[in-house]
């Protein structure tokens, strides 16, 4: 049997992702991701041999693209310039520059990404294999966010990485169901120092031992 064709598999994962957006998670077959991908039909369903692992792997196209999206950023970020981040010895202004600019990229250009992971995480709540397939990449996650701190430099605590998440996806849902107008720096940037001080307070109580 051949291996399988990772190209094929992510254009078929990328016509789900636009489906989802369109019609919810109910517009999601592998017929119409077949039709949608320009695909002979059958062929989702060679590919994924259920609607379940379709809507599984198309969870992890996602986390694969922010990561890659992640480990760009971390290539032009990993000097710093001294003079734009002079004392910032916890690189807390660092950290806020690049959550604003992941903001702006995500609910801008990359936009149905992340309507798309909304409408999964949703319908997780009815499918527990799916819930425990987006739970992991919940964790691997926030391990990536943790390596990726560190090959820029950042010294933001591991025990900040799980309220940041929460954080972070959090002002992402906002931005992403609202006008996408209104997704500007100006707007982003706020959002970003939530997430950061919010997470570095988390880790402050963390390290509080209990009375």
């Known amino acids: 049997m051949p291996p399988p064709n990772e190209r094929r598999r992510g254009q078929l994962a990328d016509a789900a992702i636009e489906l989802l957006v369109e019609s919810g998670v109910h517009g999601v077959t592998h017929r119409a991701v077949d039709r949608?991908?320009?695909?002979?039909?059958?062929?989702a369903s060679n590919y994924f041999r259920s609607r379940e692992a379709l809507l599984v792997a198309t969870a992890q196209r996602?986390?694969?693209q922010h990561q890659t999206d992640m480990a760009q950023a971390a290539r032009s970020a990993t000097v710093p310039d001294p003079a734009a981040h002079a004392g910032d010895l916890d690189g807390r202004a660092l950290a806020i520059?690049?959550?604003?600019g992941s903001l702006l990229l995500a609910a801008g250009p990359h936009r149905n990404r992340y309507l798309a992971i909304y409408e999964l995480r949703l319908e997780s709540l009815r499918r527990p294999a799916l819930?425990?397939?987006i739970d992991e990449l919940m964790?691997?996650?926030a391990a990536f966010t943790g390596d990726h701190h560190a090959e820029v430099g950042l010294a933001i605590p591991?025990?900040?990485?799980p309220a940041m998440l929460v954080m972070y996806g959090g002002a992402l849902f906002a931005l992403v169901t609202g006008p996408v107008e209104l997704v500007t720096p100006e707007a982003v940037r706020p959002l970003a120092v939530a997430v950061v001080e919010g997470g570095?307070?988390?880790a402050r109580d963390a390290d509080v031992p209990a009375q």
């Open 36 to 43: 949608r991908a320009g695909l002979p039909a059958g062929t």
């Open 62 to 64: 996602v986390i694969e």
């Open 97 to 100: 520059e690049l959550i604003a």
């Open 131 to 133: 819930s425990a397939a």
């Open 139 to 141: 964790a691997a996650m």
């Open 158 to 161: 591991p025990a900040a990485i």
């Open 200 to 202: 570095l307070a988390a």
